[in-house]
């Protein structure tokens, strides 16, 4: 799946441990087999309370949960496993027609969310995204994104601007990492919303807009301006002194 990236190990250098929690053993199956190509070691659960015994024994360092399960759903899960682990990663796996669903999941302490159907490479990049910010560890040469004075590293999660950090939420991050790589592309909401969010809001493409409005105050403030809006097109982002 993504095999040119390096392996995340735990700090004392073991496999990361993954739990997949979904009641359709295709899926499951698949899932299982795309993170042991990372080089995770997984352990998979089709119910809740299957779920949260193995969370138990097993200690995942983080877990793909379906919401829906056929004893009591992934809400649940959560916060019983929390109860034991309140630091573990979570990433929600929704339905595609519930909006619900994932304003629910991200309320009730969930880390990320991808929806059904999703590509098994997105997953694999979200999961490798929450275990990076859960302290795993990988070094990489090339996994720098430079744009101007703004350089963003994909593996440490690390942005600086003129050599000064800046701080971003998960989602900020990943808008920034999508504007970088399309340096001077001019990209509309619809393309920022699908590979973002990975979902359709109905027309909210607000959501855009306030990001947008976020990272300017974090990327653009006192600075040559990089985020650039373009009037009924989207936006681009180029180094700072075009």
């Not at 969370?55 to 399960?69: E, H, K, S, T």
Request: no cysteine; net charge negative.
């Amino acid at each position: 799946m993504s095999g040119l990236a390096p392996a995340l190990r735990r700090a004392d250098g073991s496999a990361v441990r993954v739990l997949v929690v979904d009641d359709e053993p295709t899926l499951s199956e698949l899932l299982a087999m795309a993170l042991r190509y990372e080089g995770w070691e997984v352990r998979t659960a089709a119910d809740g309370s299957s779920a949260v015994r193995t969370a138990r024994d097993f200690r995942p360092d983080a877990v793909v949960l379906d919401i829906m399960l056929p004893d009591f759903d992934g809400f649940e899960v959560l916060r019983r496993m929390r109860g034991e682990s309140p630091e573990v990663p979570v990433l929600f796996l929704t339905a595609k027609d519930s909006v619900e669903d994932r304003v629910a999941g991200l309320t009730a302490g969930g880390d990320d969310y991808v929806t059904k159907p999703f590509s098994i490479e997105e997953l694999v990049a979200r999961l490798r995204g929450l275990l990076r910010r859960a302290g795993m560890t990988a070094a990489r040469q090339d996994s720098a994104l430079v744009v101007g004075d703004l350089v963003l590293d994909e593996d440490s999660h690390e942005v600086r601007r003129a050599d000064i950090p800046v701080e971003l939420t998960a989602t900020e991050f990943e808008l920034l990492r999508f504007l970088m790589r399309n340096p001077k592309r001019v990209l509309s909401k619809a393309q920022i919303l699908d590979r973002v969010w990975h979902y359709d809001f109905g027309g909210q493409s607000n959501v855009v807009e306030l990001y947008i409005s976020y990272l300017r105050k974090k990327i653009d403030a006192g600075r040559a301006p990089m985020i650039h809006t373009v009037r009924g097109a989207g936006y681009v982002l180029k180094p700072g002194a075009e």
